[in-house]
C-alpha cells in the first residue's frame, strides 16, 4: 500500500471512530430525560425578587436610593455576576514572594473575576456611600446594595467592609485624613501597587490580631519607634513586630495595633513610604482556610515599617474601635445576606422540586422548615436596618447608645445563627445541597468566619456586659427602643417583662451572659418587625421565637401561621 493510500486508511479509521464514539454518546444521552429539576435561579433583580428587602429599605428611608439598588440588584442577579462569584472562590489567591531574579515582591494575585467585582462594588459607593454621600438613609441604601452583593460574594466584602468602616478612625487625625480619604472615597478601583499619590483609589485593611493574643490585644508585643522628635498623633513611628492575621494584604495602608511608651496605640501603615520606596510590610504566607477563599489572609511581618499613629498616643483601643464597631455592623449584613442567598435558593427549589408526586412547597413539613428560615432572614435584615438608621445620625446620643449595645447584641446572634440556619437551608435541598456546583456549599464554608473574627461570640456577650456596666443609659435606650413596640402582640409583650426581669438580676451575670444576650437580640428584631407593621410576619416571628413553643431547629413554628405565604414573600420569581 502506498503512504498516501496508507494515510488515506487511517483518516477513514479514525473518522469512523468519530463516528462510533458520538453515536454512542447519542445513546448514552438518551438513556434518560432530565426533569424534576428547577431551572437555574439567575438573570433576575435580586433586589426587585427580595420583598423584605424593598420592605425594610422603604421603612428606613432610603427610597431615593431604589434605582440605584435596582441597578446592581439586575446586574448581580444576572448569570455572568453569578459566575464571576464562582470563578473568585475556585482560583484561589495566590501569593507570591520573590520575582524570578530573586527581589522580594509581596504580591498576591487574583482571578480577574475578583478584580471585577471589587470594581462593580466599589462604583457602586459600596465601600463608602454614607461618606460620599450622608443623608437620611445613605446607611441603608448602602446597607441593602451591600446586602445584595454580599450573595454574590462574600470574600471580596471583607477588603470593601474594611475600607468603607476605616473612615471614623483616619477622620481623628485630619493630617493623615488629608492624604489619604480622597483616595479612599474615590469611587475607581485601582488595584495597582505603587504609592498613594500615583492611585485613583485605596483600599485599606487591619491588622490587630498576633500569635498570643487576638482577643486580648493588649497581649500585642508589636512595637513602635518615633522616626523624630515628633511623637502623637499624625506623627511619623517605625513599627517592629508581626501579625497572625492581616486580611486582604494587597490593601494599600491598614490600621494596626503596637506598642510605645504610653501604651499601645493606633497606626495607619503603608505599603509604600511616603519617600516613594517600598514599606517594611512583609507577607510571610497566606492562610489556608476552610472558607472565606476569594478573599487572601496573610500572616505579616513589620520589619521596621513606617507609619503614622492615629489619634492619641496610648489610646490604640479607643481609636480602632471605631472602625470595629463597623466592620463588627457589617459582620450583620454579611451573615444576614449569607442567610437571605440560602433562603432564595431553598424556596427555588422547594417551588419547582417534586417529591412523591407532589411539589415541595406543598408539603406541610418543608412548609413548616423553609418559613421559619425565611422569618430568620426577616428578623436579622429588621434589626441590621435599625442599625443603618441610627448610623446615620452620628450626633444623636441616643441612638448612638444604641448603636452601643445593639452592634454587639446582633453581631453574636446574627452571625451565630447563620451557621445553623444554612446548614439547614442545605439540607432543603438535598443532595444537590453539598456539591461544589451549588452555591450552599460555599455560603456553608463562609459562614462561621463572621463569627470569628472581629470579636467572637463570647467576646461579643462580654462586651455586652461591659456597655451596660459601664454607661447604664445605654441599656435604657435599648429597653425604650423595645417598648415602642408593646402593647400589639401578645408574646412580645410578655416575653419584654420576662426580659427586663433577666437584665435585673446580676448573679452570675457573665456565666448567663448567652442566654441574656440571645434574648435581647431576639427581642429586638421582634421589635423591628412589629415596627415595621407587617403583622404576618412579627406575628409568625414572635410566637415562633418569643411564644412558648420555640424550638431549638428550624421548622417548628405554630401550626396555624401561613407558611406559604411567608415563603412566597421570600421566594424570587423568575418569571
Ligand atoms: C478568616 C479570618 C480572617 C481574619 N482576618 C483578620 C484581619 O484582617 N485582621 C485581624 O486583626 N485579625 C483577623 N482575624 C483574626 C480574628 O479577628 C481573631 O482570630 C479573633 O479575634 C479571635 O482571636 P484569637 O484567634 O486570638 O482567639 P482567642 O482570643 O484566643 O479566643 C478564643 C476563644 O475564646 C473566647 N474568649 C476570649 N476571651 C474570653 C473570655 N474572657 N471569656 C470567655 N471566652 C473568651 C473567644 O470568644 C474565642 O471563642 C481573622 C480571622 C479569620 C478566621
Given amino acids: ?18 463516528h462510533e464514539l458520538e453515536a454512542s454518546a447519542i445513546v448514552i444521552s438518551e438513556t434518560h430525560e432530565v426533569f424534576n429539576q428547577p431551572p437555574h435561579l439567575e438573570d433576575f433583580n435580586t433586589f426587585e425578587q427580595d420583598q423584605p428587602l424593598v420592605d425594610a429599605l422603604h421603612h428606613a428611608g432610603g427610597d431615593w436610593g431604589v434605582e440605584a439598588v435596582t441597578r446592581i440588584g439586575d446586574l ?84 470593601l467592609t474594611m475600607t468603607f468602616a476605616c473612615v471614623p478612625a483616619i477622620q481623628k487625625t485630619p493630617s493623615v485624613a488629608k492624604q489619604w480619604l480622597p483616595k479612599i472615597l474615590s469611587r475607581e478601583y485601582d488595584p495597582s501597587f505603587q504609592p498613594i499619590d500615583k492611585k485613583r483609589g485605596a483600599t485599606i485593611g487591619m491588622a490587630m490580631t498576633e500569635k498570643q493574643g487576638g482577643t486580648d490585644v493588649r497581649a ?73 477563599r476569594s478573599n487572601a489572609s496573610s500572616e505579616v511581618e513589620f520589619r521596621g515599617a513606617f507609619a503614622w499613629m492615629l489619634g492619641d498616643e496610648g489610646r490604640g483601643v479607643p481609636t480602632i474601635i471605631e472602625m470595629v464597631a463597623l466592620t463588627r455592623y457589617d459582620c450583620m449584613i454579611g451573615s444576614t445576606s449569607l442567610m437571605r442567598q440560602a433562603v ?6 422547594i417551588a419547582h422540586r417534586e417529591v412523591m408526586g407532589k411539589r415541595l412547597i406543598e408539603q406541610p413539613l418543608m412548609q413548616n422548615v423553609a418559613a421559619d428560615l425565611c422569618l430568620e432572614v426577616e428578623g436579622a435584615l429588621a434589626m441590621t436596618m435599625r442599625l443603618a438608621t441610627a ?89 425604650a427602643e423595645l417598648e415602642k413596640a408593646s402593647s400589639r402582640q401578645a408574646e412580645y409583650d410578655a416575653s419584654l417583662a420576662a426580659l427586663k426581669s433577666q437584665l435585673s438580676d446580676f448573679e452570675n451575670f457573665q456565666f448567663r451572659a448567652r ?61
Fill in 220 to 292: 500585642n508585643t508589636s512595637y513602635a519607634y518615633p522616626m523624630g522628635d515628633k511623637e502623637g498623633a499624625g506623627a511619623e513611628y517605625e513599627i517592629v513586630g508581626h501579625k497572625w492575621f492581616c486580611s486582604a494584604p494587597m490593601c494599600d495602608a491598614f490600621l494596626t495595633l503596637a506598642q510605645t511608651e504610653s501604651g499601645l496605640s493606633c497606626f495607619l501603615l503603608p505599603r509604600w513610604r511616603p519617600d516613594g520606596s517600598r514599606n517594611e510590610f512583609y507577607i510571610q504566607r497566606l492562610k489556608d482556610k476552610m472558607g472565606n
Fill in 391 to 479: 448610623l446615620d445620625t452620628p450626633e444623636d446620643e441616643q441612638e448612638q447608645n444604641l448603636v452601643r449595645l445593639t452592634t454587639a447584641v446582633g453581631k453574636y446572634w446574627i452571625c451565630k445563627r447563620a451557621t445553623h440556619h444554612i446548614g439547614e437551608s442545605q439540607e432543603c435541598l438535598g443532595g444537590i445541597g453539598y456539591v461544589e456546583e451549588s452555591i450552599m456549599s460555599r455560603l456553608y464554608r463562609e459562614a462561621p468566619v463572621n463569627s470569628i473574627w472581629e470579636g467572637s461570640g463570647n467576646v461579643q456577650c462580654l462586651d455586652v456586659l461591659r456597655a451596660v456596666g459601664k454607661a447604664p443609659e445605654v441599656l435604657d435606650t435599648f429597653i
Fill in 1 to 18: 500500500m502506498s503512504e498516501q493510500a496508507e494515510n488515506q486508511t487511517l483518516n477513514n479509521d479514525s473518522h469512523n471512530h468519530e
Fill in 76 to 159: 448581580l442577579g444576572r448569570a455572568e455576576w453569578i459566575e464571576r462569584g464562582f470563578q473568585a472562590n475556585e482560583n484561589k489567591p495566590e501569593f507570591h514572594s520573590h520575582d524570578r531574579y530573586g527581589h522580594r515582591i509581596d504580591r498576591v494575585d487574583f482571578h480577574p473575576a475578583y478584580h471585577d467585582l471589587m470594581a462593580l462594588a466599589i462604583e457602586h459607593n459600596i465601600h463608602a456611600a454614607p461618606w460620599n454621600t450622608p443623608q437620611k438613609g445613605a446607611h441603608a441604601v448602602r446597607l441593602a446594595m451591600n446586602y445584595l452583593y454580599n450573595q454574590n460574594e462574600a470574600g471580596s466584602a471583607c477588603p
Fill in 344 to 349: 432564595a435558593q431553598v424556596t427555588h427549589h
Fill in 515 to 575: 442566654s441574656i444576650v440571645e434574648h435581647m437580640a431576639r427581642q429586638m428584631q421582634a421589635c423591628q418587625l412589629i415596627l415595621m407593621g407587617n403583622e404576618l410576619i412579627y406575628n409568625a416571628f414572635c410566637r415562633a421565637r418569643l411564644g412558648e413553643q420555640r424550638g431549638l431547629s428550624f421548622g417548628n413554628l405554630p401550626a396555624d401561621i401561613d407558611c406559604r405565604a411567608i415563603i412566597e414573600r421570600a421566594r424570587p420569581k423568575l418569571d
